[in-house]
């Protein structure tokens, strides 16, 4: 059977062509209106800002770095100051191997191990496109090697940058502290500060010291270059130029002469020396022993010299002038004995027995004098004279706490100074308050004020801590009349460009509302030290000027009711800290002074003539006789401000010729 023939409807189908003909075409016009819109938006609309942005991208900055600011002595011998030499840096991200790049690198310079280990530890610090220095300060021979050789090894730059320089290294290492690579937490401190465009290209910033306080001043503001570059990042020419602004000096009140030869009087001893000008609070000598090479934390110090540092049991890194804590011993009784007097305890006249014990009231606890049989009957400026202990037991057991407290507070110690250094510690100065707060933890007996503890507290031990800073700051207020000036070791800051400088504040931070007669009166008291009877009387002897002082002697470990002290018996760390605190001349103060050697035993042998000898080079000029030879910077010539600021702003442009070199390959 056939199948039925099937007509095609032509005419159907080329209906259905038509109609798919005009759809495509319709979609073709519709994408081709998409497209000249798209255009005519980006060509015409967006015209400028895609502009902006292909300028931008041929248009790089770079930055270009401020020279660190100088920091000088009172006589412009320079304390901190920078050099220029060659980096090897790398740059992971740009290389395909490290450790490969490395080991071929060490065939062409000396890197040690040490630089391996810091090279480690800054690559795990910073982010993968970060330039990390492999090896600094290359010589000469080693910079033109590599760049002979730079071709070979894609993310390696040899670099010319500024270095830190500290030319008395721990003589000066608690003044100065040091600048240190920036970690994230600088990072941090800098967005805070709203600082970051400042920094940038920066690698180092002031850790510690007076280059903490003083990194605005001393940092300077960053310049930029407008490089035009190609397509591959080349640059090409150079477009605008704004140099930087270089970093300002720093100009201390300290000289440098008399804090090295505080350092040679010391010797290998630990303590600390503080010495002030009583007028206008400019700190002249500020030394903690023993100290550290500020060189070794430029570059990231490594972890075993950190290690060694920290685990040494003289603590090199403790600013004991600034942050250790001391009884001050005897140091105190010429505080105490103004309270006594602005009080009303005592009058000036007043004679009072000073025994060789004092028995506590209610008890058969004994306080012992450092002289067995007691001084007899004296009055108050010759208690201070002999350093009665039992003297003060008995006055300081009469006033109580609450009568001390406020008049030796307005010495400043127990309070922070305000010296232009961080991390001061503030000290204690006992109170029932201060003993709740302090034991608050503990059961409530234990935080109560017993009247016993304000006996130890007459003659500077006890609950008693104060810092050399601390007892400096308040003898030069006693010498002073009660003109109360903060320390501070900057004494201008120095703009190098326009030879400007702009002194620090000198005014008194307050004049303390007592007697004029009873400093005096005190003041003779400390003065009849240095004279025959006195505590001190062998370092008074021939003393071409004035001097009045106290000499002081701190219990590290409390000895048993009865025992007698005996230094040979113990280990050196726990035998008596050796103080004394001075100011000279008495009628016209240019010097005050506290001087702690750490387990020294008596102020009159250790610290006393470690003051007098100080005090003789600052007003006489004259140098001890065994240590003339050994000082180097005792005959420093005094420069003006205008011969400071000369030579500095030439020294600034040597360094910023050396900052801009490129090594010659």
Known sequence: MSRPTRFKNTQAEEGQFQLRLVVAYAIMVLLFLLLVSRFVWLQVMQHEHFSTLA?????????????????????????????????????????????????????LVNVTPRDLK?????????????????????????????????????????????????????????????????????????????QTTNYRGTTYIGKTGLEYTYETQLHGTVGFEEMETDAGGRAIRTLRRTPPINGQSLHLALDIRLQELADKLFGKRRGALVAIDPRDGGVLAFLSKPGFDPSLFIDGIDSQTWKELNEDWEKPLVNRALRGLYPPGSTFKPFMAMAALETGAIGPNDIRPAPGYFTLPGSSHQFRDSKP????????????????????????????????????????????????????????????????????????????????????????????????????????????????????????????????????????????????????????????VLQPGGTAARIGVNLPYTMAGKTGTAQV???????????????????????????????????????????????????????????????????????????????????????IARAQAERAAEEQEGHDANPAP
Do not use: C
């Open 118 to 194: 810091l090279f480690k530890k800054l690559r795990a610090e910073s982010r993968n496109f970060e330039a990390i220095p492999l090896k600094a300060k290359l010589s000469e021979e080693e910079a033109a090697r590599m760049a002979a050789h730079a071709w070979r090894f894609p993310g390696v730059e040899v670099k010319a940058r500024l270095f830190r320089d500290y030319p008395f290294k721990e003589l000066t290492s608690h003044v100065l502290g040091y600048i240190g690579r920036i970690n994230t937490k600088d990072v941090e401190r800098l967005e805070e500060d709203d």
């Open 373 to 528: 049989s007691g001084n007899g009957m004296v009055n108050l400026a010759k208690a201070i004279q002999v350093s009665s202990d039992t003297f003060f037991y008995k006055l300081a057991w009469d006033m109580g706490i609450d009568r001390i407290h406020p008049v030796v507070a307005q010495f400043g110690l127990g309070s922070k100074t305000g010296i232009d250094l961080d991390g001061e510690a503030a000290g204690v100065l006992p109170s029932k308050e201060w003993k709740a707060k302090r034991f608050a933890k503990y059961r409530p007996e234990v935080g109560r004020w017993y009247p016993a503890d304000v006996v130890s507290i007459g003659i500077g031990q006890g609950f008693n801590a104060y810092t050399p800073l601390q007892m400096a700051n308040g003898v030069a207020t006693l010498a002073n009349d009660g003109a109360m000036f903060k320390p501070h070791l900057v004494q201008q800051v120095v703009d190098d460009r326009h030879a400007k400088a702009t002194p620090i504040n000198t005014n008194p931070v307050r004049r303390l509302a007592f007697k004029p007669a009873h400093f005096e009166y005190v003041k003779r008291g400390m003065q009849a």
């Open 55 to 107: 300028q931008n991208n041929r248009i790089s900055l770079v930055p270009i770095l401020p020279n660190r600011g100088l920091i000088v002595d009172r006589n412009g011998v320079i304390l901190a100051q920078n050099y220029s030499a060659y980096t090897l840096e790398l740059t992971p991200s740009k290389m395909a191997d490290l450790d490969a790049t490395v080991a071929e690198l060490s065939k």
């Open 557 to 643: 470990v409390q000895i048993k009711q009865g025992a007698k002290y005996n230094a040979g018996a113990l280990a050196e760390r726990y035998r008596d800290h050796s103080w004394f605190v001075a100011f000279a001349p008495v009628e016209a103060p240019k010097i005050a002074l506290a001087v702690i050697v750490e387990n020294a035993g008596f102020g009159a042998a250790a610290a006393a003539p470690i003051a007098r000898a100080l005090t003789d080079f600052y007003l006489t000029g004259k140098v001890p006789a065994d240590l003339s030879g050994q000082l180097q910077t005792v005959k420093t010539e005094t420069r003006s401000a205008a011969e």
